[in-house]
């Protein structure tokens, strides 16, 4: 059967103990152990068929084991194995039911059960079912009563071999052995290997097995490149942040926005080198020399009408800047812009107009709030359109016309879309489409651009963080709802100052400039009061009067209670237990308020001393003297450490008329000869020394 697989064809007519395969027939093996003969208790490598199938099963039924040959102990296999020497290593033999103990007791009958005997590992035979054994080389088969006529196809294979059905009493399996031992059975039946045959398979008695090495592929298993090309897959993608995630998931994992999530193109593999690149262009405008650009390009400022707004962004608007503008809902930003574009329509002169688009309101509610803050200029124009294409429209009639566009505010970039670009409007690529064709239309006509940004609850600038470093200025306006005062900061500025602030006070008819802050958080007091101390903290390059307030109270809870209201909660927690070690007061069996004057957020190290001067005061229950200011850096140690800013701190305390500073170490060379000899100041290493100084039974650390 040159050519076809082994024990492939139909079972042979009867047993007659020779091999029916091409070749010679094999010699009979010692013992009576021919290749034709099976005593069904093969190696579980291969089974013979027709009537020696037969014969096994006739020979399994009987309980008893037919018996061994004098001689010493060999393997019960050792007959399928030609030249096969010595003994090999017995495996030990299970008690069966039915088997003889000592003492002439028989073991109980007990139901057969599919399971697998101990062995040597990775060898089965293929006739295990419900009601058959498995047993690995070494133990003896049990064949059940439908091996007979059950397919043996349909039967369960183990690990680590295959069987094929076939006809009747046939099967061929694969099997798959360790190293070592395929390295003593391969020279065994080394004669016995046909040209018809695998170089990989061995005849062992009337069956068939092929031998191979753990380390080879299956042979119906084609060998494969072991670099698979992966289609791209698809991802989704939030509108709010633009965090990507390869399954959709009801929250976004970076912003916490639900059903923010959108299903995305999927990102192509990248394109060879060179591939897809485009030709070189001529550029539209010569590369030009830095000195020449330096000493003739001088940048011409518009005004923005507001001195604070100026002193911001750095003494007004740049030709081409994009300025966004972000802040809480109702903190103001739609009215700061509309006084903006007021004042610059106002002061541009004739020709020149100004363009106020509104994505959130319609014309007639703009101009409600124009009358409510006196913007009533003839160069300034309103619009309400959500199109990005309608706002880049009335750009084009403005130039096409004879008047001069002097600045163009939008409200806001979060609503206003694009009919190009797919999404809703908010999201990541629409709002990134709506900055980049206000920013392209900026830089090429020179012309300022004000945007007004949308934030989120962690206030933050809604939308991709790339919507900051695309524009050149962002300006947060900051305040509390429940007071009049409103904070302009800069937290990027390419042509400016990025850390100046400027205060404003929201009043019926708009914001209004406060050119002294600390007017706001100066007490009207005639006499000083227990647990209250006065600093000046800096915000950005403006130092401000700040008062810090403390409450101690004595309760009968367990627990007392902690609570802060414009400072940090942890710092003032440490702080709290730097004034009771170190200042001698007792509050933790008390309970304890600590907040700042006028809702004013303290953030400054600078007012360490000041929150600890105000606890020990009010643990105390004793007033500090109405002219000291305390400036200073308190560590765990209980040191005063200097702050920045020493200079412009003590100058505006003396302007507000305090005469009495606490100082840290080496304050006094940083502050110059007028202040020096407007106001005292009293140095203090540590806290202990600060309390002794402004109360006078104060107690040393």
């Known amino acids: ?25 094999p010699a009979p093996l010692p013992g009576g152990a ?12 291969a089974r013979s068929s027709g009537a020696e199938h037969s014969d096994a099963h006739e020979q399994h039924a009987r309980r008893d084991p037919p018996p061994r040959p004098p001689g010493p102990r060999h393997h019960p296999q050792a007959h399928l194995l030609p030249g096969l020497r010595g003994p090999l290593p017995a495996v030990p033999r299970r008690h069966r039911p039915g088997d003889r103990r000592p003492g002439g007791h028989r073991t109980a009958q007990r ?11 990775g060898v089965r035979d293929l006739r295990g079912g419900p009601a058959g054994h498995g047993h690995r080389l070494g133990l003896p088969l049990r064949p059940h009563q439908g091996d007979r006529d059950a397919d043996p196809g349909d039967r369960p294979d183990h690990r680590g071999l295959r069987g094929r059905g076939g006809p009747a009493g046939h099967a061929r399996l694969r099997v798959r052995l360790p190293e070592r031992l395929l390295t003593r059975l391969l020279p065994l039946a080394g004669d016995r290997t046909t040209s018809a045959r695998p170089p990989a398979s061995r005849s062992l008695g009337a069956g068939v097995v092929v031998l191979r090495r753990v380390s080879e592929p299956a042979p119906s298993v084609t060998r494969v490149s072991t670099r698979t090309t992966r289609a791209p897959r698809a991802e989704h993608r939030c509108a709010e942040c633009g965090w990507t995630t390869p399954r959709w998931v009801g929250r976004c994992g970076q912003c916490q926005a639900w059903g923010s999530l959108t299903e995305a193109a999927p990102l192509l593999a990248s394109a060879p080198r060179g591939a897809g690149a485009p030709a070189p ?34 003494g007004g608007l740049v030709p081409g800047q994009v300025l966004l503008l972000a802040g809480e809902p109702g903190a103001g930003k739609s009215t700061l812009l509309l006084a903006v574009a007021d004042a610059v329509a106002a002061a541009a002169g004739p020709g020149a107009v100004v363009l106020y688009v509104s994505a959130e309101e319609s014309v007639e509610q703009i101009a409600v709030r124009a009358r409510r803050t006196g913007a009533r200029s003839e160069q300034l124009l309103l619009a309400d359109d959500t199109d990005l294409g309608a706002v880049l ?22 609503t206003v879309s694009s009919s190009e670009v797919e999404g809703r409007p908010g999201g990541v690529s629409q709002v990134m489409a709506v900055a980049g064709a206000l920013t392209r239309l900026a830089k090429e006509r020179g012309l300022p651009v004000c945007l007004v940004g949308q934030v989120t609850k962690e206030t933050t600038v809604a939308g991709p963080r790339s919507l ?31 850390d100046e602030v400027a205060c404003f006070e929201q009043t019926d008819t708009g914001l209004r400039e406060v050119p002294d802050p600390s007017a706001l958080f100066r007490g009207t007091r005639d006499a000083p009061v227990p647990g209250t101390c006065t600093t000046i903290t800096v915000e950005g390059r403006r130092a401000l009067l700040a008062e810090v307030q403390a409450l101690v109270a ?8 902690r609570a802060v209201s414009g400072l940090d909660s942890a710092r003032t927690a440490m702080l709290t237990a730097v004034t009771e070690r170190h200042a001698k007061v007792a509050v933790h069996a008390k309970e304890l308020y600590v907040s700042s004057a006028g809702g004013m957020r303290l953030s400054d190290p600078g007012a360490d001393l000041a929150v600890c001067l105000a606890i020990a005061s009010a643990a105390r229950d004793r007033a500090l003297p109405a002219d000291v200011a305390a400036l200073g850096e308190v560590a765990l140690s209980g040191d005063v450490r200097a702050v920045p800013m020493l200079q412009a701190r003590a100058a505006e305390a003396v302007r507000l008329g305090h005469t009495r500073l606490l100082v840290p170490p080496g304050a006094v060379e940083l502050v110059d000869e007028r202040t020096r000899r407007a106001a005292r100041l009293e140095v203090v290493g540590s806290l202990g020394e600060a309390v002794a100084a402004v109360l006078p039974d104060g107690a040393r650390s």
Request: with cysteine; net charge positive; proline share 10%.
């Open 468 to 498: 900051e470093h695309l524009v050149d200025t962002t300006l947060t306006l900051e305040g509390d709802r429940h007071t009049a005062l409103r904070l302009l900061r800069a937290v990027k500025n390419r042509y400016g100052p990025a």
């Open 393 to 414: 429209g009335h750009v084009e009639q403005l130039s096409a016309s004879s008047e001069r566009l002097a600045l163009l505010v939008v409200d806001s970039v979060q």
């Open 111 to 121: 139901p057969q059960r599919h399971h697998a005997g101990p062995g040597v590992a």
């Open 34 to 45: 021919g290749p034709g003969r099976s005593d069904g208790r093969a190696w579980g490598l």
């Open 281 to 314: 262009a001529a550029p539209a405008r010569a590369a030009r020399r830095a000195s020449e650009v330096v000493a003739t390009g001088r940048l011409q400022r518009l005004p923005t009408g507001l001195a604070e707004v100026d002193r911001v962004v750095g």
């Open 1 to 25: 059967m040159t050519g076809a697989r082994p024990c492939a064809g139909p079972p042979p007519a009867a047993s007659t103990g020779t091999d029916t395969s091409s070749g010679p027939a």
């Open 554 to 561: 004595p309760t009968q809870a367990p627990v007392p209670r």
